[in-house]
């Protein structure tokens, strides 16, 4: 079963509590969204591997570390997603970008796929999905769907604001697949995360 792991930094919780306000305005809610994905994305890159090099320094031979393994790509989910993917690629600059499309019948909530471009070499790298919320599951669990089919094996989920039943949903449809939230809040409602913090589309792109 994939972990669920919440993300107490307490730099990652203040500004959390920023993005909840109601009173938020679409540029302070972008910006801070950036940040928080930038902290997150220095958490989640915990357990990247290293490998032993050395190095030349000014004084002498440095036994040192570098990255190794998988290279990296990110996949927001649009068009939420794309909100949390310059946070994320200031501290990993070296990270390809794939997108994926979701919208979602309002009457029945169910996703649907529109659009997928992602790197060619897909099935090769660790691949971290973004969205900020993880609601109902179903978007996620699609993505999650979409990348392996076209050979994604190696796949972390990210988010902001995380629903029991979304975490449960994505644990049972894909269970090896890691979750990291800022938050795992009360309950689902109508579809939406109570307590949440609205729709996230709507607040990075000023359409609500």
């Given at each position: 079963?994939?972990?669920?792991?919440?993300?107490?930094?307490?730099?990652?919780?203040?500004?959390?509590?920023?993005?909840?306000?109601?009173?938020?305005?679409?540029?302070?809610?972008?910006?801070?969204?950036n940040e928080i994905a930038n902290l997150m994305a220095?958490?989640?890159?915990?357990?990247?591997?290293?490998?032993?090099?050395?190095?030349?320094?000014?004084e002498g031979i440095a036994h040192a570390k570098q990255?190794?393994?998988?290279?990296?790509?990110?996949?927001?989910?649009?068009?939420?997603?794309?909100?949390?993917?310059?946070?994320?690629?200031?501290?990993?600059?070296?990270?390809?970008?794939?997108?994926?499309?979701?919208?979602?019948?309002?009457?029945?909530?169910?996703?649907?796929?529109?659009?997928?471009?992602?790197?060619?070499?897909?099935?090769?790298?660790?691949?971290?999905?973004?969205?900020?919320?993880?609601?109902?599951?179903?978007?996620?669990?699609?993505?999650?769907?979409?990348?392996?089919?076209?050979?994604?094996?190696?796949?972390?989920?990210?988010?902001?604001?995380?629903?029991?039943?979304?975490?449960?949903?994505?644990?049972?449809?894909?269970?090896?697949?890691?979750?990291?939230?800022?938050?795992?809040?009360?309950?689902?409602?109508?579809?939406?995360?109570?307590?949440?913090?609205?729709?996230?589309?709507d607040r990075l792109f000023g359409t609500k």
């Amino acid at each position: 079963m994939g972990e669920l792991h919440i993300m107490n930094h307490p730099l990652i919780q203040h500004k959390l509590t920023i993005v909840r306000d109601e009173n938020c305005g679409t540029r302070e809610f972008r910006e801070v969204v950036n940040e928080i994905a930038n902290l997150m994305a220095f958490e989640f890159s915990r357990d990247m591997p290293l490998e032993e090099v050395d190095v030349k320094t000014p004084e002498g031979i440095a036994h040192a570390k570098q990255l190794a393994g998988k290279k990296l790509a990110v996949v927001p989910i649009l068009r939420a997603g794309i909100g949390m993917v310059d946070g994320i690629l200031d501290l990993i600059p070296t990270a390809k970008v794939g997108h994926i499309g979701m919208y979602r019948d309002e009457e029945t909530l169910e996703p649907h796929e529109y659009f997928a471009k992602l790197p060619s070499d897909i099935d090769q790298r660790q691949v971290f999905v973004v969205d900020p919320m993880l609601a109902t599951g179903g978007s996620a669990i699609m993505a999650i769907d979409a990348l392996k089919k076209r050979g994604a094996k190696n796949i972390k989920f990210v988010c902001l604001v995380s629903a029991p039943e979304g975490v449960k949903a994505l644990q049972e449809a894909h269970p090896d697949v890691d979750i990291y939230a800022a938050a795992l809040d009360e309950k689902l409602e109508n579809g939406y995360i109570v307590p949440g913090l609205g729709d996230a589309g709507d607040r990075l792109f000023g359409t609500k």
